[in-house]
């Protein structure tokens, strides 16, 4: 299996179900933003913005790829369908690299949705969030 191949795999497996039974009636709204540094570099490390939250009782998720530009588009059941309007927790994983070094740039507090620090209102308008990572690491 392609290496590439593998670590998307890995990545969509270890968020599982990405919503849970929340009303099919309800509108989801398109959600979409960038990773980056104070300075305004985009974060090219790869790697999922997670939100999850509780809506009418039940926990919901929605994910993004980050790309290369760190832009993503969040999907809570398909690619790009958006989240469900409500308060949401933020992580951002980072890429993981099978044979290959570690991802760098990215502080682990980013990687917990009880550390990170970042959320997201989502409803009716835009919604569309930067998620700056502070300062830019050294090379």
């Known amino acids: 299996m392609p290496t590439a191949f593998r670590v998307r795999f ?6 599982g179900i990405l919503s849970v039974g929340v009303g099919c009636s309800r509108p989801k709204y398109e959600v979409k933003g960038v990773v980056a540094y104070d300075d ?4 090219s490390g790869g790697g999922i913005v997670a939100m999850e939250a509780e809506i009418d009782g039940k926990r919901v998720m929605a994910r993004g790829a980050i790309g290369s530009d760190g832009r993503f588009t969040l999907a809570s059941q398909r690619p790009d369908d958006g989240a469900f309007a409500g308060t949401y927790r933020v992580r951002v994983l980072p890429q993981v690299v099978i044979d290959g070094p570690a991802t760098r740039g990215l502080d682990p507090r980013f990687q917990s949705f009880d550390t990170s620090g970042l959320s997201f209102e ?7 969030f930067t998620i700056s990572l502070g300062p830019k690491p050294a090379p």
């Open 122 to 128: 989502v409803g009716s308008g835009k919604n569309e």
């Open 10 to 15: 890995l990545l969509a497996a270890a968020l």
């Open 40 to 43: 305004g570099t985009p974060y």
